[in-house]
């Protein structure tokens, strides 16, 4: 089977990711009914009854030492949109996280792609592991906008014109780049999202520096936000202790 590709497919660019919440069961009392299970065996579940701002310091007693487990009894659901190479990054963190995202064998990609905005910082200072990012002049930001819109508008004529002629999508996406614009689900714990948000983010509060790229600690920065609401003692004993992952 192949694809006819519609005549209106016209090029659309965008600079932001979206990331939303579509299920969990998550909250603070998920933690606290786990880890008290190994005093307390089956009682332990009248902890979720209970009110988990009492229990605040065992959260944090659990998060400073590292007894991990008690955070992964919980499960949240995103749905995210963002460009390929973000995926690819993503699917780097694979214990305590699912991934199912669109498949360009089985439907016709369509042609958003990602440009940086203008705020995104463009040059690269010093040597991998002492390097910064700086502001770019004005015509460097030109150029990579300009570079980037036709590099992408040629590159899905060809994936159109492959298409048009009977190849199979599976075959004709080889040329589509990884600025493409791609959606999937992706499920994890607190602890799995802790971890991810250690090495994904850049945050004043962490004890170990970490130097994500912009683009992936744009959807790291969303997640973070929706979890902060779910689980707030956990959130709050995670910046605490120097957001580790337990």
């Not at 949240?76 to 996280?97: K, L, N, Q």
Request: charged content about 25%.
């Amino acid at each position: 089977m192949t694809d006819t590709p519609a005549d209106d497919l016209t090029a659309s660019f965008r600079s932001d990711v979206t990331v939303e919440l579509v299920k969990h069961t998550a909250s603070d009392a998920d933690v606290l009914f786990a880890a008290r299970v190994s005093t307390l065996g089956e009682q332990s579940l009248e902890e979720l009854e209970k009110e988990p701002g009492r229990s605040r310091g065992l959260i944090n007693y659990l998060m400073r030492d590292r007894h991990g487990s008690p955070f992964e009894h919980n499960s949240m659901t995103f749905f995210v949109s963002a460009p390929i190479f973000v995926m690819r990054e993503f699917m780097r963190h694979r214990v305590g996280w699912s991934y199912n995202e669109e498949s360009g064998r089985y439907r016709q990609l369509e042609p958003v792609f990602y440009v940086p905005g203008a705020d995104r910082k463009l040059v690269q200072q010093g040597r991998p592991g002492k390097y910064e990012f700086v502001e770019g002049t004005a015509e460097q930001q030109e150029t990579v906008t300009r570079t980037m819109t036709e590099a992408y508008q040629e590159a899905y004529r060809a994936y159109q014109e492959m298409l048009a002629a009977g190849v199979a999508r599976e075959v004709a996406r080889a040329v589509l780049p990884v600025g493409l614009f791609s959606s999937m689900y992706a499920t994890c714990n607190a602890r799995s999202l802790m971890h991810f948000l250690g090495l994904r983010t850049k945050h004043e509060l962490a004890r170990v520096p970490s130097f994500p790229q912009r683009e992936i600690e744009m959807v790291a920065e969303q997640m973070e936000q929706s979890w902060a609401k779910l689980m707030p003692l956990t959130y709050e004993a995670f910046n605490a202790n120097g957001r580790v992952a337990p």
